[in-house]
């Protein structure tokens, strides 16, 4: 199992300086909302003591936490950066940074139209299953699913191989993106059974802006400045919710298949 915080050396003194790898949650470090495994856990907690780490996901940390911690372990314990909602709730070896309103951003009106919108077109979509919170609202965005978040494992599958077939979300996005051009919104598609909906500029490189203010961190003290920063993720081309951040010109972008690819492309990479 990982170590506590305390036993890794300072960001300062990781033996590879100047280096921080980033990681998306789902399909990344684990199957899309399922719990990781010790294996990856244990690897992560061996990089860590040679780079800085940290996740970048959209869903919540309550979700992430689900994932990646235990009932004893707090995920922020377990990473040096922990980026939720892209990063729109923050938190530096486990202390909290400041965060940002999605609801406050888009306004009230604007909001109930959208998800009223949304609501409307997810009744008229035949999908094999429907289940419950088709539409859920997160501090830094909003999330849609057609088949609804509730469904169990067995009915994420079934919905994946349809709208393999169908394009059920692709279509979805495509319908928004022109609805709703003028609020400035970016529509990602990630995960198995859902897409994201936030305001442009708030995709995951909104967690860069954090990872640049460790050049001077909060609190003082010796600063890092992250000349290499490698992001591993698996919807990683145009119109998935890693893109942005796997193209960005500060990042070195990492596509990966799986979990286990994940492992395997850190055991090549750093030596593992």
């Known amino acids: 199992m990982a170590e506590a ?27 899309s909302r399922r719990v990781a495994t010790p294996e990856i856990l244990q690897l992560l907690s061996t990089l860590r003591h040679k780079c800085a780490i940290g996740f ?30 892209n990063g729109l709730t923050a938190y530096r070896m486990g202390v909290p940074l ?54 169990s494992l067995e009915e994420r599958n079934q919905f994946v191989a349809y709208d393999d077939v169908h394009k059920i979300r692709e279509k979805f996005v495509t319908v928004l993106r022109e609805k709703f051009d003028h609020l400035g919104l970016t529509f990602a598609i990630g ?24 050049k001077n961190p909060p609190g003082g003290g010796p600063g890092v400045d992250y000349t290499t920063i490698h992001f591993f993720g698996d919807k990683t081309s145009k ?18 298949t799986s979990p286990d690819d994940t492992m395997r492309q850190l055991k090549e990479m750093f030596g593992l």
Not at 247 to 254: I, K, L, N, Q
Request: some cysteine; proline content about 6%; charged content about 20%.
């Open 5 to 31: 915080a305390s036993v890794y050396p300072p960001l300062d003194q990781r033996p590879i300086k100047n280096t921080i790898c980033l990681f998306d949650v789902d399909g990344t470090l684990s199957p």
């Open 239 to 256: 119109g998935g919710n890693d893109y942005e951040i796997f193209e960005d010109r500060r990042t070195v972008g990492h596509t990966v």
């Open 98 to 151: 400041a965060s940002h309103s999605f609801i406050k951003w888009l306004g009230e009106e604007n909001y109930k139209e959208l998800v009223n919108f949304c609501l409307v077109y997810i009744a008229g979509i035949d999908c094999p299953v429907k289940r419950g919170t088709f539409v859920e609202f997160r501090n830094g965005m909003v999330n849609i699913s057609p088949v609804g978040r509730n469904a």
């Open 56 to 85: 970048v996901g959209g869903s919540d940390l309550v979700k992430q936490q689900e994932q990646l911690g235990t009932p004893s372990i707090p995920v922020t314990s377990l990473f040096d950066f922990c980026f939720a909602e």
């Open 191 to 214: 995960g198995q059974i859902s897409f994201d909906v936030f305001p442009t500029g708030w995709d995951k490189t909104y967690c860069l802006q954090h990872i640049a203010a460790e």
